[in-house]
């Protein structure tokens, strides 16, 4: 096995959240109430038309609780937002990586369908001891603010870290992205954006006339959802006739995706950039993203890029800061890219202005990879016969489970989503099988030892599957 060696960071160390909390509020030693608000793009799209009968690529109930990732990113001293706690075995895990823990504050209830910022505004209690923060001047972290999270702020008196909820929508939609980037004359992949029916025909028309496959995208769509690939007229036409039938029933052709040709590419990218209060850019890092049908599996660190290539990120994330802060945007960019089979760099897939998979990463990673070798984000998809406890979980991982000082190993950045979907068991019933999903990262000297890393990870973890999976 390939070895690392690295030193133990202190915690208080890291620079990472205090350079972001530097820009967003000019205070390294600022307080954050973190909220993890994954579902945030539906509040945005309410008011956006996109592709009918596009279905989800996760259950409600695993990404409400991947809101547990913001435990490694906010610190000690800060505060997360969660609709139920924390496993103690794993916040006592947290704690051991030297990463810490910041501070629950958990919901009345579990969140329904509007998440855990719905749930705070039906917690009385809780708005009572955000009250008490933001008289000590905390402020409000959202991955993405909507209306719900401006609320919290208005009621509470928590001052918000970010930009308003309008500012939010504005810039999160694809149709932004295409048309600052080619305004901005950055490199876009061909397409169209279409803001009704009738533009649709027309860019499938013109897009399928090349002979390739396009790619109709939600403008609001993510992970995969809002997102179907059309590689015949008979496809397109299919879509066409449900777009134009559900025109005709509400008597609205109104509209908003983009629709983009299918390049062939050598690997997908994501970079984040930080805009600050003042409109300065710094680019925080790049990324190989891993995906499959448009879902996001992971990210490989460091990307494979040459200079020129990295340079021309740079360039963008430079320019489309700039862009974005005359919007009215200030924090934390992702930027969905790829690099073509051509070697060019197209450096605008999507704008998503907001916190993203990659930022969930940055404390770990900086403890643990901050001395070179290479790192892989991604997730283990779980088929369980039942419920799976910390230490069960960490018993099978061996020495694997132990922080990776000095050696190759993985950091556990989830582990709520992976029993998210279990259902409870009524008495004398065996609990039914659930897909669950662990998050982590993975540290080696190298890319052939992540890929051993990785099988060794996959072989403790299938002690728990089951062995029949869900279609």
Avoid at 352 to 369: D, I, K
């Amino acid at each position: 096995m390939s070895g690392i060696s690295r030193a133990a960071l202190p915690a208080e160390g890291l620079s990472s959240t205090k350079d972001l909390k530097e820009a967003l509020t000019g205070d390294r030693a600022a307080r954050f109430v973190w909220l993890c608000n994954f579902e945030v793009e539906h509040r945005w799209a309410r008011a956006y038309t996109g592709i009918p009968a596009v279905r989800g690529s996760a259950t409600a109930a695993t990404v409400q609780r991947m809101e547990e990732l913001g435990a490694l990113l906010a610190e000690p001293g800060d505060h997360l937002l969660l609709d139920r706690p924390l496993d103690p075995h794993y916040r006592r895990y947290a704690e051991r990586t030297g990463l810490g823990a910041p501070a629950e504050l958990v919901t009345r209830a579990p969140a329904a369908e509007g998440g855990t910022a719905a749930a705070v505004l039906d917690s009385p209690e809780l708005l009572d001891r955000l009250r008490v923060l933001a008289r000590d001047g905390a402020y409000l972290m959202p991955m993405g603010a909507s209306d719900r999270e401006q609320r919290i702020s208005e009621l509470t008196g928590l001052r918000s870290a970010v930009p308003d909820a309008a500012t939010y929508e504005r810039v999160n939609s694809k149709i932004y992205s295409r048309r600052a980037a080619e305004e901005l004359g950055l490199r876009t992949i061909p397409g169209f954006c279409c803001e009704t029916a009738g533009q649709l025909r027309q860019a499938l028309e013109e897009g399928l006339r090349e002979g390739g496959p396009v790619i109709v995208k939600d403008a609001y769509g993510v992970s995969g959802r809002g997102l179907v690939v059309l590689d015949s007229r008979k496809k397109a036409d299919q879509l066409l006739r449900m777009v134009e039938r559900r025109a005709r029933r509400t008597g609205d052709d109104a509209l908003h995706v983009v629709v983009e040709a299918f390049l062939p590419k050598r690997f997908d990218l994501n970079y984040q950039f930080t805009v600050d209060r003042q409109g300065r850019v710094r680019l925080d890092f790049v990324k190989e993203a891993l995906t499959a049908g448009g879902v996001h599996l992971g990210h490989v660190m460091p990307a494979d890029l040459t200079g020129a290539q990295r340079d021309a990120l740079a360039e963008a994330a430079e320019r489309l800061g700039k862009r974005l802060f005359a919007d009215g945007f200030f924090g934390i960019v992702g930027v969905d890219a790829l690099l073509g089979a051509d070697d060019l760099v197209y450096p605008v897939l999507e704008i998503n202005a907001r916190l993203n998979m990659s930022s969930y990463q940055g404390r770990v990673t900086e403890l643990f990879g901050g001395y070179g070798g290479a790192a892989l984000a991604k997730h283990y998809p779980l088929r369980l016969a039942g419920p799976v406890g910390f230490p069960a979980l960490t018993e099978a991982l061996g020495p694997l489970a132990e922080p990776p000082r000095g050696r190759d190993g993985l950091v556990v950045t989830c582990f709520g989503t992976v029993n998210a979907q279990a259902a409870a068991a009524g008495e004398g019933e065996a609990p039914a099988p659930f897909d669950g999903r662990l998050y982590a990262v993975l540290f080696a000297a190298d890319r052939a030892g992540l890929t051993a890393l990785d099988r060794r990870v996959t072989t403790a973890l299938s002690r728990f599957d089951t062995t029949e999976r869900t279609p």
